[in-house]
């Protein structure tokens, strides 16, 4: 873990206060049950898809985006999430058989 990194660390949590993100998983060992896992993973929440695009978008992360991707490897994605209330079956709907 360079300077780098340790600067992106330091720098990123003010980037995500005024879009309402918070970490939910950050790194960690997992007790991969099946299948290879490789790396960490990183899992950061939001209230709603348009703030985590905003986020994305804001000069003040992408002042620190190149100090992760000049200095580390993977994948950003941006997903919607369910609520309490989502049931597997739910992906069924509109799924024609």
């Known amino acids: 873990m360079g300077p780098a990194i340790v600067e992106y660390l330091e720098r990123i949590d003010g980037t995500l206060e005024p879009f309402g993100g ?27 898809r348009a703030r985590a695009e905003a986020w994305y978008a804001s000069q003040a992360y992408q002042a620190i985006k190149h100090l992760r991707s000049d200095h580390s490897e993977g994948e950003v994605l941006l997903m919607d999430g369910v609520d309490a209330s989502h049931r597997a079956t739910d992906i069924l709907m509109g799924v024609s058989a």
Request: hydrophobic share 50%; proline share 7%; no cysteine.
């Open 22 to 48: 918070h970490f939910i998983i950050h790194g960690g060992m997992p007790a991969v049950k099946e299948g290879t896992w490789r790396g960490d993973l990183i899992v950061i929440a939001f209230p709603d």
